[in-house]
């Protein structure tokens, strides 16, 4: 690049979620490119990602404005309005606190200002039904930015459906990516007599339905098809599940991984990736999956169906089941066995779609010194 950009992004903070892993990939891609990038914390300090941050720099008000004490909030707002001052483009990486402030830092500053949206809002509003108050602040903001960005084209029409208003022009897709330095460690093929290796990574959380977990493993049990689930992650229902796994007799088929930081090897040693949101934006653990050619089996969760292909390259049918129930995913899951090998190369493949280099230079673009202005309605 000719001439830095300086891009401000503001999150809660940078713990392990997607929405903090995005920011990081995404401001140490551009940072590469010679934009300069800021890392806004507002909700805490915590950083685990301080081996990957090298070339972006972290701001942290967390200590200057807090939500639940007014007296912080006139100091708090100075320092993220200095932040936007220092600024080219503001990012609100995501809803709520990182939204609030970035309108509100950068109102009447005439700096360009973009809502970075990861997931389907109608969705999402009607499973945890959002404070009335929230909802109403969210879309306020939301129909007033003229720029937002999605990370998948269910997201962008979800959007549309909450706000209940047409998408604008200005209204992007640019989708999630692979982490270029994610250790991809080689597939283990399974021996013929061996259990079928199933595997879940994420949290053990309604939203993620755990229930079909163990309603595949049954319904694939009725087949006389031995399999073995691996569920890697932790959450507010792992004890319920824990005691259902007991109460229908598959604990010999379980495994409670708990969280672990090398996913890449529970992915190298699984025969197929289960994925059974209610809801999903652009799957973090489906594009790890894909470069290494595992086979993946999902409910038809929003912005899954498109890491499968459009059109004529489509293979949706391949990977999503069209209702969420034990039976269709166990079904799946056996007519991918007999064409693996078309499946594998397919995922791989299709993995290039969402390479880094990809997405970042569409980023850069987006981004870019002569990219004209986008100011608040």
Known sequence: MSESKKVAIFLRDLGLGGVERCAVLVGEGLAAQGFEVTLVLLGGSRNLWASRIKNIKVVDLSGQWQPLKPLTWLSGWRAARQVVRQSD???AGTFLLPLYMAYAASLGSGKRVLGWVHGPFYELDAFARMNVVHRRACQFIYRRLKELVFVSEHARTSMARWLEQAPSAGWQVLPNFVDAQQVLLP????????????????RIAEEKQPQLWLDTLVALNMQGVAAQLTIVGDGPLEADLQAAVQARGLASQVVF???????????????????????????????E?????????????GGVYELFGDGSNSRRDDFVVPEATGEALAGLILRQQGQRQLLQNFLQQRAAHYSQARILQ????????TQPSSELL
Request: hydrophobic share 50%; glycine share 8%; net charge negative.
């Open 257 to 287: 991984a708990g969280r672990r930081d090398n996913v890449g090897e529970y992915l190298a040693h699984a025969d197929v990736l289960l994925l059974t949101s209610g809801f999903e934006g652009c799957p973090l653990v489906v594009l």
């Open 289 to 301: 999956s894909m470069p290494i050619g595992l086979l993946v089996a999902s409910t038809n969760a």
């Open 362 to 369: 569409q980023w850069a673009q987006l981004l870019a010194p």
């Open 89 to 91: 483009v503001v990012i």
């Open 187 to 202: 597939r283990t093929e399974r021996e013929d007599a061996a259990p079928l290796r199933l595997l879940f990574v994420g």
